[in-house]
C-alpha cells in the first residue's frame, strides 16, 4: 500500500497512537504533518520521523490554529491528500479527579468537565475539518480516531463516551457531505492501548480500589486488558496506524462512513 507523494496530516500526533499513526504513514512513503499542543513533544516527533516528517504546534480544537497550520504546509508541499483526526483526551488541562468522587460519574461531573472532554475529544475533531476540508484534495481521505466507548454505554466516562460517539456521527455525517469530491471519510475505533489516558484511569483505579494498592498501574492495566480481550493482549499504536494506511489507500478507495474498531474483540461481547 504504498503512499509515495501522499501528505498527511495528522492531529495530536506527539506521542501515543498519533505518532504510531505517523509512523505507519512514514514508512508507506507518504510525507507528514505531526501537530500537538506540546512544542517540545511536537520537534521529538518530527526528528524521530525524518525528513518526511514536519512539526507544528498547533490547537487541534481552534479552527484558526489549524488555518495556519495547513497554510504551512501547503506553503512546503503544496497540497494535502489525509487528514487524521487524532488529538484526544489528554490534554494538558484535563481533570479526571472530578469525575472519581461518587459512586457515579455522570452525577459527580460539573458543567466545566463536561464542556472540556466534549472539546478535547469532538471539537477537535470538527474544528481541524473545518480548517482542512477546503484544501483538500480531490479524492483524499479523512480518518477520525474514536475509541470502543462510542459503541456503547461507558458509566465510567460519560462525557468521554459521548463525545466519541459525536465523532462517529461527525464520521457520517462528513462521509455524505464530501462523497461528491470523492473524499472517503472513515473512522477507527481503538480498544485498550497503554497511553497517557490509561496511566490516569489506572490512578484513579488504585486509589478507589484497596486491592490493587501493591500492583503497578501497568500491572492494573494488563489485568483489565486480560478480563476484557477476546483475543488477549493490548492494542498497539501500530495497530490502529495500519488500519489507517490502509482507509488512506488506493484500496480502499470505495469505503466511506465506516466504523472499525481495533479492539480484539472487545466491542463484540
Not at 57 to 82: H, I
Request: hydrophobic fraction near 45%; include cysteine.
Amino acid at each position: 500500500m504504498s503512499l509515495n507523494g501522499k501528505v498527511v496530516l495528522i492531529t495530536g500526533a506527539g506521542r501515543g497512537i498519533g505518532l504510531g499513526i505517523a509512523k505507519c504513514f512514514v514508512q508507506q512513503g507518504a510525507s507528514v504533518i505531526v501537530t500537538d499542543l506540546d512544542g517540545a513533544m511536537t520537534r521529538a516527533a518530527e526528528l524521530e520521523l525524518g525528513e518526511n516528517a514536519m512539526g507544528l504546534v498547533a490547537d487541534a480544537a481552534s479552527q484558526e490554529a489549524m488555518r495556519d497550520a495547513v497554510s504551512q504546509l501547503m506553503a512546503r508541499y503544496g497540497k494535502l491528500d489525509v487528514l487524521v483526526n487524532n488529538a484526544g483526551i489528554g490534554g494538558p488541562t484535563t481533570q479526571f479527579d472530578e469525575i472519581s468522587a461518587s459512586d457515579s460519574a455522570f452525577l459527580s461531573m460539573s458543567d466545566a468537565v463536561w464542556d472540556e472532554q466534549l472539546m478535547f475529544n469532538l471539537r477537535t475533531a470538527f474544528s481541524s475539518s473545518n480548517a482542512v476540508v477546503p484544501h483538500l484534495s480531490q479524492g483524499g481521505s479523512i480518518v477520525n480516531i474514536a475509541s470502543i466507548a462510542a459503541l456503547g454505554p461507558t458509566t465510567s466516562l460519560p462525557a468521554y463516551g459521548a463525545a466519541k460517539a459525536g465523532v462517529v456521527h461527525l464520521t457520517k455525517t462528513l462521509a455524505m457531505e464530501l462523497a461528491p469530491r470523492r473524499i472517503r471519510v472513515n473512522c477507527i475505533c481503538p480498544g485498550l492501548l497503554w497511553t497517557r489516558a490509561w496511566e490516569l484511569l489506572t490512578t484513579q483505579m488504585q486509589a478507589n480500589q484497596p486491592e490493587l494498592a501493591n500492583m503497578s498501574l501497568r500491572q492494573i492495566f494488563e489485568t483489565v486488558v486480560a478480563e476484557m480481550t477476546p483475543l488477549g493482549g493490548e492494542q498497539t499504536p501500530e495497530d490502529i496506524g495500519n488500519l489507517a494506511v490502509f482507509y488512506a489507500s488506493d484500496k480502499a478507495r470505495m469505503i466511506t462512513g465506516q466504523v472499525v474498531a481495533v479492539d480484539g474483540g472487545i466491542s463484540t461481547k
